[in-house]
């Protein structure tokens, strides 16, 4: 095996550049600073410096998702890699393949309470896929090409290596990535035969099936986006996505209906509830899809394709369990399906059919409209509208009401093309994200849908925007509250607004215009469109602050505590008490 | 109010006691991943034990009994699964029969009639003396759970001042090892 004496730094940046890896997010630091000096002594690896280490794990993320690779951050010991922890588990939750390289004190002192000490392994142990601590520096080699094997292999989650200093300055050898199976770690890709030709049967005999779909599907790649499509249009099936899965099937298409879920669209929730078999694929029966769990499609036959075991029958039982990646699995069962020639259910398909579209003809998304003051909704229609021609659109949001609100109204006919905080609900994740996402994609269109609140959670990434120059567009649907939470105390809490308004917001123009970039502010619903077309034109980043009605609550919405069947909506006058007493304990 | 709608035992289900087995890595912090998966995710530990097992492999063998619904059982041992440095996982409980054994060492402080007392229950249970004063004994007991648990109740009004368990050991009956190794 060829080997080549290099210090440990030097090794971390080769073993880098023999995985791929070409930008890496990060912010220097004591402990890292021989990784940093190599940086500097090479041309290969792009380092993009952040201003803070908590943008620099969002930012990796936001490049993971829009290009299907391991992203990678680098930041210090103590502070740096306690700032990267919530980044972490963001990509625990949301399955996203990272590896964070974190800076620690010599080896010689760890556990001396020493300056810049954490016990990094200790504190992201419960949110990473897996951590190392490099103690020997002959481990050095294996554990990097290993971390990207962890990170993106079966269920993809982000992975911490610890270096200590004196490792990184230890002159050791270098060993090329190979392909050895891990000698613990081999997740099953393929799924069983048996069940899947089973599966088959079950769908080929449903009058009423649905399947729902999530980020698992992406996880696994535009191969198996495309197999997903295929196997839907082949069988004329209705098809719903979680908010993860959004852009795994066609947003345009007739045959998907809507996102399902707390937020989701009338008639993918009727249809789950009501569906006769369920085909659940790379999703994971979350609390906000699911609603009451004991009255959560109550009379259907649940079939789950899953990569990862201890995602099935985690909350609901299902009838048939198909572990294995969703790529692998789908093709087997487009197989199967034409082999044996199966066929749908043509009768029962068709009224299921016309019951989703009287569903439909509820027109769930419907809002009242203003003249005078912009909605939140239009305003994302009208995004929508303005886009919809170019491909190189790439979205990124916060966490709250804009959020769901550009799931339902932004349309996503590809993957890879929205990147949001999902399972953990970051706020302050759609600013770096979209530095990570344009950094990867750089002549692409990059929208974070931002409220004002979520935008100042990582407000000062604005310098990362203007030093690199990255034409980001930040889309401020500000309406002076914390809006989620706001609409929460609206329904539970009698329209007590507990610290939900903030004061002492900035002027969002005269903030970008003190970072270089254009600032730009509309109140008029008649201005909007020129608004959005002036921020589109702009090569330089943007801030539209489009200040919106401030009192907007999203809908429809499952109230927490009740089943899929009993959405409120916004057009329903009196929404008071919608939420029963039991429902208020929960999130 | 109920147990709440995401309740993790929405089929009210009964719990049941299990003993798992678990291969790892012998590395450092594989213990905590283990133990932090079960508090992480709020699952009961009963008893654990680890020792490493096969030196040359660097593997150890991590014994925990634990109780849950059969759905919370099933997760637990998904959630094993997916550790990185984690070989396999067996649950002895359901996979076939298996031994499980405990040791314990119990204190015993008396005189007189007790301290004979103690000495002859000792003997009924097989325990082994392996540490005498004038008033006291260091019994040495093997055997299951239950044994132990019944042998200590005896020794409550003989004086009892101490005990040490070591948690249980257990492994599948039958010519096969735990993961068709060695």
Redesign the interface.
């Given at each position: 095996m060829p080997k080549e004496q290099l210090n440990g730094a030097g090794i971390v940046i080769k073993a880098l550049q023999d995985q791929g890896v070409e930008v890496v997010f990060g912010y220097p630091g004591g402990a890292v600073l021989p990784i940093y000096d190599e940086i500097f002594q090479q041309n290969k690896l792009r380092h993009i410096l952040v201003r803070q280490e908590g943008g620099a794990l969002h930012a990796a993320e936001g490049y993971a998702r829009s290009t299907g690779k391991v992203g990678c951050a680098l930041v210090t010991s103590g502070p740096g890699a306690t700032n990267a922890v919530t980044g972490l588990l963001d990509a625990m939750l949301d399955s996203i393949p990272l590896v964070c390289l974190c800076g620690q004190v010599p080896t010689h002192l760890i556990g001396n309470d020493a300056f810049q000490e954490a016990d990094t392994t200790g504190i992201t142990r419960p949110c990473t896929k897996h951590n190392y601590l490099v103690k020997n520096i002959e481990d050095l080699p294996r554990i990097m090409h290993e971390a990207f094997y962890v990170a993106e292999s079966g269920r993809p989650g982000p992975v911490v290596i610890d270096l200590p200093k004196d490792v990184l300055m230890e002159l050791g050898d270098y060993t090329p990535p190979t392909k050895i199976a891990h000698k613990s770690y081999n997740p099953q890709v393929k799924g069983d035969t048996a069940a899947i030709e089973q599966a088959v049967k079950m769908l080929s005999k449903a009058k009423k099936p649905i399947i729902y779909a999530g980020g698992g599907v992406i996880n696994s790649g535009t191969g198996a986006c495309q197999l997903l499509a295929q196997f839907t249009q082949m069988t004329g099936f209705p098809i719903t996505l979680t908010l993860m899965g959004l852009g795994a099937y066609p947003g345009s298409d007739d045959q998907f209906l809507g996102m399902l879920g707390m937020h989701g669209t009338y008639e993918a929730n009727m249809a789950m509830h009501d569906c006769d078999v369920m085909l659940c694929i790379g999703a994971r029966f979350d609390d906000r899809i699911t609603g009451r769990l004991d009255a959560f499609s109550p009379n259907s036959k649940k079939i789950h394709i899953d990569i990862d075991l201890s995602s099935i029958n985690k909350s609901v039982m299902v009838d048939l369990p198909i572990v294995g990646d969703v790529g692998h699995v789908l093709e087997d069962m487009l197989k199967i399906w034409k082999s044996t020639q199966a066929k749908v259910e043509e009768k029962g398909l068709a009224s299921w059919w016309k019951q989703i579209e009287e569903w439909r003809a509820k027109d769930c998304l419907a809002y009242k409209k203003d003249a005078k003051v912009i909605k939140p909704q239009l305003a994302l229609e009208r995004l929508q509208a303005l886009t919809q021609d170019r491909k190189d659109v790439f979205i990124t949001t916060e966490v709250g009401q804009h959020q769901m609100w550009a799931a339902q109204y932004l349309k996503f006919d590809s993957p890879n093309h929205w990147m949001t905080s999902g399972g953990l609900g970051t706020m302050g994740y759609g600013l770096p994200a979209a530095i990570g996402t344009q950094v990867a994609n750089p002549d692409a269109l990059v929208v974070d849908i931002s409220g004002e609140a979520s935008a100042m959670m990582n407000i000062q990434e604005l310098g990362t925007i203007s030093q690199y120059k990255l034409p980001v567009k930040i889309f401020i649907l500000n309406n002076q509250y914390m809006g989620m939470v706001r609409q929460w105390q609206e329904l539970l809490h009698g329209k007590r607004y507990s610290e939900t308004y903030m004061d002492g917001m900035p002027d969002f123009v005269k903030l970008a215009e003190s970072f270089g970039l254009v600032g730009l502010r509309v109140t008029d619903p008649d201005k909007l469109d020129d608004a959005i077309k002036e921020m589109m034109e702009t090569d330089n980043s943007v801030i539209l602050d489009i200040a919106v009605s401030p009192e907007e609550n999203c809908f429809p919405m499952i109230p927490s505590g009740a089943a899929h069947n009993e959405m409120i909506f916004g057009t329903d006058v009196n929404t008071e008490g919608a939420i029963a007493e039991d429902g208020m304990v929960l999130v | 109010?109920?147990d709440?709608?995401?309740?993790?035992n929405?089929?009210h289900e009964e719990e049941h006691k299990h003993t798992i087995s678990v291969l790892v890595?012998n590395e450092?912090?594989v213990l905590?991943?283990v133990i932090?998966l079960f508090s992480?995710r709020g699952y009961n530990i009963e008893s654990l034990t680890v020792a490493e097992t096969r030196h040359r492999q660097g593997l150890s063998r991590i014994t925990i009994v634990t109780s849950g619904t059969a759905?919370i059982i099933?997760?637990i041992k998904?959630?094993l699964?997916?550790?990185?440095?984690?070989?396999s996982v067996s649950d002895l409980t359901i996979e076939g029969p298996s031994v499980e054994r405990e040791l314990a060492l119990v204190k015993v402080n008396s005189t007189g009639d007790k301290r004979v007392e103690a000495l002859r229950i000792a003997d009924i249970f097989r325990a082994r003396a392996v540490d005498s004063t004038n008033e006291s004994f260091v019994f040495e007991i093997v055997g299951d759970t239950g044994k132990l648990d019944a042998f200590i109740e005896l020794m409550k009004p003989l004086g009892l001042v101490d005990i040490c368990r070591t948690g249980v050991v257990a492994i599948a009956r039958g010519p096969e090892g735990m993961d068709g190794q060695d």
């Open positions: - | 109010m109920s709440g709608v995401y309740a993790a929405p089929y890595d450092p912090g905590a991943r932090g992480g759905m099933e997760q998904a959630q699964n997916r550790l990185v440095p984690i070989h």
